[in-house]
Each structure stands twice: as C-alpha cells, then as structure tokens.
C-alpha cells in the first residue's frame, strides 16, 4: 500500500505510541513527516482514557493534538450496526467499539491503522499495519 494521505488510529496504536515503542513511533514521525493526516474516533479517545492514569493525561492530549479528531453521526452508527449484522455470527468477538472504528474509516474514506485485523474483516476498509514497505 503506498503511503496514505490520511490515517485513522486504533486504539492499539495509539498505546503503542504512548509507550513509545520504536517501530510504531519512528512510523509515526515518518508519516507526520510526509504530512500524513491523522484521525482520532472519540470511541479511540474513550478507550485510551479508560486505560490511563491521571498523570498521563498531559502527555495524551499532546499526542492528540497533533491528530484531528472526527465526530460520531448517525450515519456511522447506522453502518456500524450494518457491519456488525453482517459480520457479528462468523466473527465472535469484534465489540461494538470495532465495528464503529469501521464505519469511521469507511465513512472517511481512509485506512484505519491497525495490527488488530482479525477485528476488522470488513471488504469495505482498507487496514494499514504502519510496516515500511521493503524498498525495489
């Protein structure tokens, strides 16, 4: 996949970033600078809150203020409730927060950076995992 103009985060990327975790990170700054846009679903937001300590906050919302952060309509909840009608009886275990992180993407028209595919196997969204394609 060549290098998207827009990302949308899951949430496992974003932990993975706060941790600073090498590979993710050097990815990050590489695509920051190329001036990949980056996405944050308030579904993403609640979830990484969930998981932080309260001294963490200042350092989150740094990381978050260099991403844009998208609404919820009814429209992406309504495709994300088509998705998981469709997805949900071959699929055990993909919550209704991934199936909303879906319809996001979907609704964006971009890729949703992911290492989490086996809870996204919708036709309909391409997944970026943030590896360095091999150079020719």
């Known amino acids: 996949m060549p290098t998207p103009k827009r990302l949308l985060l899951d ?8 941790k600073k975790q090498s590979d993710v990170l050097e990815r990050f700054i590489s695509l920051h600078e190329q001036d ?5 679903s308030p579904i993403v937001i609640a979830e990484i ?4 300590f309260k001294n963490e906050h200042t350092e989150i919302e740094a990381f978050f203020n260099l991403c844009t952060r998208w609404t919820l309509d009814t429209n992406t909840a309504k495709q ?3 998705f998981a009608a469709q997805y949900r009886k071959a699929y055990q275990g993909i919550s209704m927060e991934d199936y909303l ?7 964006l028209a ?3 950076w992911t290492r989490n ?4 196997p919708m036709s309909e969204i391409d997944l970026f995992d943030g590896l360095v394609e091999p150079m020719s």
């Open 117 to 120: 595919k086996k809870h996204y």
């Open 101 to 107: 992180l879906a319809a996001t993407a979907e609704q």
């Open 110 to 112: 971009c890729p949703l």
């Open 49 to 52: 809150y969930a998981g932080a």
């Open 80 to 82: 994300a409730g088509l």
């Open 36 to 40: 990949v846009e980056f996405y944050l």
């Open 11 to 18: 949430t496992d990327i974003i932990i993975q970033l706060l």
